[in-house]
Each structure stands twice: as C-alpha cells, then as structure tokens.
C-alpha cells in the first residue's frame, strides 16, 4: 500500500499533507473530534512510504494521516508517539518545525 502527499508552498512554509492511500476521502469520529481524509486536502501523488523522509526534511509543517504515514514520521524522529492523536483507530499527527 502507498501514501498519497501532497505539497503546498506559501510564503517560505513547506507543508506536507500526507495519508495512507486506503483513507482517502473517509470520515472519522470519535466524541467531539472528527478528522476528515479530504481529497483536496490530501490527494496528490500516490509515492512510496520511504518517500516521507525528503519530504520531512524539506517540510516547515506537516499533516499526516495513517498508520504507514505517522509510523514513519515517529521513526525519523519528525513525531513523538506520546503525541499521536487517535480517532476511531486511525492515527494522525501534525508537526511544525521552528526555525
């Protein structure tokens, strides 16, 4: 299974929007929280999960949505795992690099 990225550039940020190809355009709810998979939000490219690393260095802020996703970006060191957000199962994170 792929991930689909995608990435928008404005004024000097870099942010990666990424999710786990199977998510794509579903809903998720859980209590008050609910995370919607938009394409338009997310549907870029379809790439490799080992992709997510040179997107990572580059990104000044990203979205990630998955298991294949935020597992990767917690083994590069972009997220902690105390971090991850869970809703209805399916995690996601976000990150911002200070610079």
């Known amino acids: 299974m ?11 940020e870099v942010l990666v929007a990424a ?11 859980e209590g008050e929280l ?10 870029g490219e ?20 998955g298991e294949r996703c935020v597992k990767k970006a917690i083994e590069l060191g ?3 795992e105390k ?3 869970y809703i209805q199962g399916v995690p996601h994170a976000q990150m911002a690099k200070l610079l």
């Open 46 to 65: 379809l790439r490799e999960v080992e992709e997510l690393e040179s997107l990572l260095e580059e990104a000044t802020i990203a979205n990630l949505t």
């Open 2 to 12: 792929k991930i689909y990225v995608k990435v928008y550039r404005v004024q000097g």
């Open 34 to 43: 609910k995370l919607e998979v938009k394409e338009r939000f997310y549907k």
């Open 83 to 85: 971090r991850v957000l």
């Open 78 to 80: 972009y997220v902690d």
């Open 19 to 29: 999710c786990d190809e199977e998510l794509l355009g579903k809903t998720f709810r």
